[in-house]
């Protein structure tokens, strides 16, 4: 458990062009952990490319119209977030809104959720 938590604060400290839904800290701690360590990968990449990933629109009748996807864990696991700029801001920064397994659109659904 210390470990994870190392481990999710760690990547936090790193990632300075993240933001995160209230709840993505309990979708980290769900996770297993060799998943969790990609998980965090997965965020240093958006942290240094906040448009990397697979655009979202309207996923399973969803408005998820801004949004983006990125895989981990093979195509099991998904990182949703959006990217955006405050005004008179040139640097974008991304709001991760779920992080968890594609089975069921959970993912989606949780990221609909907490926008």
């Known amino acids: 458990m210390i470990q994870k938590i190392d481990l999710i604060t760690q990547t936090f400290e790193q990632c300075t062009r993240i933001e995160y839904a209230e709840d993505v800290l309990d979708d980290l701690m769900k996770l297993d952990g060799s998943i969790l360590k990609e998980a965090c990968t997965t965020l240093k990449k958006i942290n240094k490319n906040p448009f990397c990933g697979e655009e979202l629109h309207n996923k399973y009748g969803l408005n998820l119209l801004g949004c983006r996807k990125?895989?981990?864990?093979?195509?099991?696991?998904?990182?949703?977030?959006?990217?955006?700029?405050?005004?008179?801001?040139?640097?974008?920064?991304?709001?991760?809104?779920?992080?968890?397994?594609?089975?069921?659109?959970?993912?989606?659904?949780?990221?609909?959720?907490?926008?």
């Not at 093979?74 to 594609?102: D, F």
Request: proline share 7%; charged share 35%.
């Open 70 to 115: 990125e895989y981990f864990n093979g195509t099991r696991m998904r990182i949703v977030w959006e990217p955006y700029s405050e005004p008179n801001e040139s640097e974008y920064v991304a709001i991760i809104w779920s992080i968890g397994p594609r089975k069921s659109a959970d993912v989606y659904k949780r990221a609909n959720k907490r926008r």
